[in-house]
Structures are given as C-alpha cells and as structure tokens.
C-alpha cells in the first residue's frame, strides 16, 4: 500500500511536468513494464496508471485471445506478407491473436488514449506506426509448425527446438512453440515481450538481435 500511494504521488508530479502527448518515466526497472515504451503513467490522460490503458480487472472487452481487454480495437483491414518463397503464405490470414491488440494503437487507425470507452487524439508516433500495410514487415499471424519446418529447411522444428528468452534473472527456456509462439502462431508477441519482462531493451525483443541472435533462434541459416 504505501509503495502505490509513492507512485500515485510520483506519477502525479510527472503529469504536471508534462501535460499532454506521450510521456515516459525515465528511468526503467530491468524487466519490468515500468519506465518502458509501454508505460503511460507519466502521460496526463493515463490518471498516472500503467496497466489500465490496456487492461482493465472488471467488464472488459470480448474479444478473442484478449486478456481483460480495456483498449478500443482497430477494425482495419490489412495487407498482409506475400513473396514467391514464403511457405506460411497457406495459413497467414488478417492479424489474429494478440496481434490484434498490438495493432489497436501500432497501425495508427486507433490512439493511444483510446481506453476505457474514451476516444482519445494521440495517434503513435514515427516508425512505432506501422500503419496497415504489412507486406513490408515480418510475416505474422500464420501457422509455424513442424510441418513447415519440413517444407523449408531453413526453418527448426518448433516443437523440438530450444530457445531461451529474457535477460537473467528472468528468462524461460522451452521449444520456441511454447515460448516464442502462441496457439502455434507466430505473432508479434513471438519476438516482442508487451511488458519489457523478457526482454531488456527499448526495443522490447525477447532474445537479444546481437549477431542476428533474435531471427537465428527460428531461421537455421
Ligand atoms: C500497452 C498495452 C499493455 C499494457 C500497458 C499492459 N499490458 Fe498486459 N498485455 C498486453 C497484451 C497485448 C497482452 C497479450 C499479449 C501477450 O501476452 O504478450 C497482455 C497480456 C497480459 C497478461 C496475460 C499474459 C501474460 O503475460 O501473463 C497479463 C496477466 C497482463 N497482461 C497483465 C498486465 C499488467 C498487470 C499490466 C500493468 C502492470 C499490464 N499487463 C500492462 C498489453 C498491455
Ligand atoms: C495502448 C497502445 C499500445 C499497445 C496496445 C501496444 N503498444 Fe507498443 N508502443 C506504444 C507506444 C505509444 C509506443 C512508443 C512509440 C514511440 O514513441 O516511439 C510503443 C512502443 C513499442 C515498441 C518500441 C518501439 C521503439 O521505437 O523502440 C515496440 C517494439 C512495441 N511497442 C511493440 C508492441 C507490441 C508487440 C504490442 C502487442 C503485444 C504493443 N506494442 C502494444 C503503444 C502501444
Ligand atoms: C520476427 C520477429 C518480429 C516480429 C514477428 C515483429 N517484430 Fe517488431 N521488431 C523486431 C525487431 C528485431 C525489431 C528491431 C529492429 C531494429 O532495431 O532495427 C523490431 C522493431 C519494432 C518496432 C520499433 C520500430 C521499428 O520499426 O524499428 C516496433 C514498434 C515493432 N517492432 C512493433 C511490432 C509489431 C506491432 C509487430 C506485429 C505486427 C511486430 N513488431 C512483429 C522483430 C519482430
Ligand atoms: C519465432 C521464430 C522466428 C523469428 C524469431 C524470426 N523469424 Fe523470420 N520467419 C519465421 C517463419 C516461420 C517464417 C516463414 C518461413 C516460410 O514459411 O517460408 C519467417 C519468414 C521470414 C522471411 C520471409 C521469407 C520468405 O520466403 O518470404 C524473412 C526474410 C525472415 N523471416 C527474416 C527474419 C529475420 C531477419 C529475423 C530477425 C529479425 C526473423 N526472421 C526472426 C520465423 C521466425
């Protein structure tokens, strides 16, 4: 209690530094979702809450795959990856999965301030907007299977490959179907961690991309 009632006290400061648009805390706990790109506490419009913006414990949105959905939805429509060598191309369909909830402030259909039944103004900005062409970024929301590990043999087998993720003290080892994908899709979620838990870096990468570490836990090149 007393640590909520500092934070509540810090956050309050911060906001009345800076009044609107998008703010972060400075300095981040390595490992967690505080002073991340996903902390909005300092930002005026997010009542100095950090989960809240996204999540919300009570009448939350349904919607598939979406934990305790607080966030208004991008109903956009996609393009999505397509080239003559992409073996996925068979089950990539529109974003699925929490792709979803990522593209609900990352395509710049939806603002961030966009929570709680409010419509908010402040659209992401810079190369954070991917905007709804994603023809031009890695495949995602496609199955990732043993079988298509078969096909392309430039891929591991998902189910018997190890992959470790996180920064010590916080990691998980497991085959990259258990950590890396979710429902046997590769989603953005597979290399980015929302809450910068496993991950330790502006970027929010699961596994370091020191060395191409990131794209050679999956591509065996
Ligand atoms: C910027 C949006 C955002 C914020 C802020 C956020 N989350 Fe999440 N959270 C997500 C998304 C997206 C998912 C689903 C994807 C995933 O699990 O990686 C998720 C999943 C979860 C899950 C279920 C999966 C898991 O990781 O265990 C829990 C629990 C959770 N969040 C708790 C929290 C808490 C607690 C906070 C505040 C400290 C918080 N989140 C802040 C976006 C957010
Ligand atoms: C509530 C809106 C919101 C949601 C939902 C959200 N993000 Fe973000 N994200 C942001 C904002 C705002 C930034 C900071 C952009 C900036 O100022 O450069 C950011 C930053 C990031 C960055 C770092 C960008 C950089 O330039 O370093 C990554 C990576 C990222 N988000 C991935 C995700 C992923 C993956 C998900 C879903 C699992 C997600 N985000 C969900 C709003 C959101
Ligand atoms: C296969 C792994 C992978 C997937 C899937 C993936 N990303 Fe990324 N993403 C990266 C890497 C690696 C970087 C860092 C690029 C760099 O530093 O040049 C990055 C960078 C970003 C950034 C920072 C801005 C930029 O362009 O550098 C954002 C925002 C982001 N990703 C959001 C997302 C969202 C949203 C999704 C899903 C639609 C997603 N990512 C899917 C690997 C991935
Ligand atoms: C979680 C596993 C995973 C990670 C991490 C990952 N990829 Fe992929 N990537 C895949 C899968 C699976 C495919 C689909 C391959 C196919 O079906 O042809 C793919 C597709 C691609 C393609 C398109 C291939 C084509 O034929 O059009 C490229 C290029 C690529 N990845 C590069 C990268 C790079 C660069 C990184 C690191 C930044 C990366 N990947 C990280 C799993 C991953």
Redesign the pocket.
Known sequence: MANKIKGRVQNVLAGGLIAAGLAFATSATAG??VGSQ???SGSGWSGGE??I???TPHNAATIT????WN?AVTTATFTTYTSPSFDGLATIGQPDG?SV??LS?HDGTVAVDSFGGTTGTTIIPGVANLGTDLSNDHPISFTYDAALAVTDPGLFDPTTTNVTIGVAPKVKTGTINDVML?SGKLQC?SCH???N?FTNGPTLLRISNASSALCMACHDK
């Open positions: 967690t979702i996903h902390d909005f950090i989960c913006v996204c999540h795959d979406a934990p305790l966030h929490s909830l990522c402030c979710l979620a961690d929302v809450h838990g």
